[in-house]
């Protein structure tokens, strides 16, 4: 079982390359010596991890460009949701694990900041965050797909925290995965370092979707088409909201909640999507 986890990580032969061809993914990443490719089409930014070589490992110059690729310009309200995704067959093997070993302290120190730094700004930024996977996403690639708002998966991909395996516990990715599955689930794979399939990892909530790889095109554009319809300022606030009441006790999650829906009432959007409901036509919203 340690050898397969070990090849799957670093051999780089495990996962046949992913195809995304639909109209939303970048068809084929071009640019090779960037670390990342940013485009942008219809209010959705697409960002895929273009470091297959090293296995799109989230090292301190991937952190750099992902921090500024997601969080630039977030504000904009012609931006609706933010897609990252992977160009080879693994999504992310997590740390650079040369770069860490061959760094100081202090550096170290630095690069675990940036990171959950980076894993926790994903909550607040005002649109949903899509992770796309299509291969393994293993140790703080795991924690990545764990941060996101939303993550659709192939039925090939697989996820796992095998940082003990190597010596090196994956306790930041244990947060995010901590947050997502249960305790014995969580333990289990940070334990014993074993993936997790697609289909599991939907069963116990890390991930929200796993279909076959040839539909996994048309799954995100599904997803993607039914937050276009929303209004971008009350799934702003929703999602405020959402990740704010999550460490409450119910009744004051219940008290924060009972708030934000009488003033998201007195919203113009509310007053204009029920408007739209009662006349049964589609809303006109403004995205203010």
């Avoid at 999504?91 to 550096?107: A, I, V």
Wanted: aromatic letters at 8%; charged letters at 25%.
């Amino acid at each position: 079982m340690q050898r397969q986890i070990y090849n799957s990580l670093f051999s780089g032969t495990f996962y046949r390359r992913p195809k995304l061809l639909g109209s939303f993914l970048i068809r084929k990443c071009s640019n090779q010596g960037n670390l990342t490719i940013v485009a942008m089409n219809n209010g959705v930014k697409q960002i895929t991890l273009n470091n297959p070589k090293k296995r799109n490992a989230l090292s301190s110059a991937m952190l750099d460009k992902l921090r500024k690729d997601v969080f630039d310009d977030v504000q904009n309200t012609n931006l609706r949701c933010i897609i990252l995704q992977s160009n080879g067959p693994v999504f992310s093997s997590g740390h650079d694990l040369k770069e860490l070993s061959q760094s100081d302290e202090k550096t170290r120190e630095d690069i675990f900041k940036k990171c959950s730094e980076f894993m926790v700004g994903l909550r607040n930024v005002p649109v949903p965050v899509i992770g796309v996977v299509n291969g393994l996403a293993a140790a703080a690639g795991c924690q990545l797909i764990a941060s996101c708002d939303i993550t659709i998966a192939s039925t090939k991909s697989q996820f796992s925290t095998p940082g003990a395996s190597v010596g090196l516990f994956c306790s930041t990715p244990g947060v995010a995965v901590s947050r997502n599955v249960p305790l014995k689930i969580a333990s289990y794979m940070l334990f014993t370092g074993n993936n997790l399939n697609a289909n599991d990892a939907v069963k116990y909530g890390l991930i929200s979707r796993a279909v076959e790889e040839q539909d996994l095109d048309k799954e995100v554009e599904e997803v993607i088409q039914s937050i276009l319809c929303k209004s971008r300022s009350v799934l702003a606030l929703g999602k405020k909201f959402f990740y704010n009441q999550l460490d409450k006790k119910i009744e004051e999650a219940y008290s924060i909640g009972s708030d934000v829906m009488v003033k998201n009432l007195a919203h113009k959007e509310a007053k204009e999507g029920i408007e739209a409901f009662f006349q049964k036509r589609p809303p006109t919203w403004s995205h203010d």
